[in-house]
T-cell receptor
Framework: NAGVTQTPKFRVLKTGQSMTLLCAQDMNHEYMYWYRQDPGMGLRLIHYSVGEGTTAKGEVPDGYNVSRLKKQNFLLGLESAAPSQTSVYFC??????????FGNGTRLTVT | ELKVEQNPLFLSMQEGKNYTIYCNYSTTSDRLYWYRQDPGKSLESLFVLLSNGAVKQEGRLMASLDTKARLSTLHITAAVHDLSATYFCAVTNQAGTALIFGKGTTLSVSS
């Protein structure tokens, strides 16, 4: 079982560029999440989804958009990347809201 | 708004010593999690605490929960180098749909 798979693992963007991070889970989980991790800030919730076709804002949603068109996939989009979005992004999924199963992270650098 | 505070944020310990990490949260929650993260890795679930007075132990780590005080502790007994990592506590939001994390405690154990 793959669990939670994040694509890509690393990415470098220039300011103003756009990109999409993909999260895929094969556990038939209803809930999916995007967090960002910055030094000294812990994990902060960006957006989450409680089922196919639903999304909700987390603690730090500004500058990001998400979509959950299929139950197994949760996409995180940056329309116009900024240096403040340099971070490690973690996707997670859950059957009922907790516990969370995490992916291995995507390291994004915006120059 | 739910806030989760951990202290200390950094902890340098000698092997063989005992110490406690504290996790306070601001609003009622029905479950609390402890996670471990090794450098450059994803998060691994350690404990889930579901009720007042709950205590869980694994090896040299013991977690407890006091829901009246909104406080959880992670006690380390006779620390060893292998326990060096960052430890996060996380609490479910009021709707039970997401986990909100503390900033983490980075533990370094040296001989």
């Amino acid at each position: 079982n793959a669990g939670v798979t994040q694509t890509p693992k690393f990415r470098v963007l220039k300011t103003g560029q756009s990109m999409t991070l993909l999260c895929a889970q094969d556990m038939n989980h209803e809930y999916m999440y995007w967090y960002r991790q910055d030094p000294g800030m812990g994990l902060r919730l960006i957006h989450y989804s409680v089922g196919e076709g639903t999304t909700a804002k987390g603690e730090v949603p500004d500058g990001y958009n998400v979509s959950r068109l299929k139950k197994q996939n949760f996409l995180l989009g940056l329309e116009s990347a900024a240096p403040s979005q340099t971070s490690v992004y973690f996707c997670a999924s859950s059957l009922t809201g907790s516990p969370l199963h995490f992916g291995n992270g995507t390291r994004l650098t915006v120059t | 708004e739910l806030k989760v505070e951990q202290n200390p944020l950094f902890l340098s310990m000698q092997e063989g010593k005992n110490y406690t990490i504290y996790c306070n949260y601001s609003t009622t929650s029905d479950r609390l999690y402890w996670y471990r993260q090794d450098p450059g890795k994803s998060l691994e679930s350690l404990f889930v605490l579901l009720s007042n007075g709950a205590v869980k132990q694994e090896g040299r780590l013991m977690a407890s929960l006091d829901t009246k005080a909104r406080l959880s502790t992670l006690h380390i007994t006779a620390a060893v180098h292998d326990l060096s990592a960052t430890y996060f506590c996380a609490v479910t939001n009021q709707a039970g749909t997401a986990l909100i994390f503390g900033k983490g405690t980075t533990l370094s154990v040296s001989s």
